[in-house]
Nanobody
């Protein structure tokens, strides 16, 4: 099983980034997916969730209205579109399949700073 996150980078407040997560080694379409993030010195926290078909999503209050999660089951990919980024969004972002005990991927660093 492999989860490979990408798309992070350095962006100014108010900017946008699109994160991608490539999944392999399991039947991707059978699992809901989540994005998490971990800021320096803080616990890892849930950010967004998407159902197996993509017709149901959920967001943490801190990102609601600014982030959008989506998936492409044909490509085994899950995405996180992040708009109106704030300095407090600075973190390493990870994707995870719900209900699986796979190891965390390497994550992708997002830094929001002026």
């Amino acid at each position: 099983v492999q989860l490979v996150e990408s798309g992070g980078g350095f962006v100014q407040p108010g900017g946008s980034l699109r994160l991608s997560c490539a999944a392999s080694g399991f039947t991707f379409s059978r699992y809901a997916m989540k994005w998490y993030r971990q800021a320096p010195g803080k616990e890892r926290e849930w950010v967004a969730r998407i159902s197996t078909t993509g017709d149901s999503t959920g967001y943490a209050d801190a990102v609601k209205g600014r982030f959008t999660i989506s998936r492409d089951n044909a490509k085994n990919m899950v995405y996180l579109q992040m708009n109106s980024l704030k300095p407090e969004d600075t973190a390493v972002y990870y994707c995870k399949a719900v209900g699986r005990s796979d190891s965390w991927g390497q994550g992708t660093q997002v830094t929001v700073s002026s």
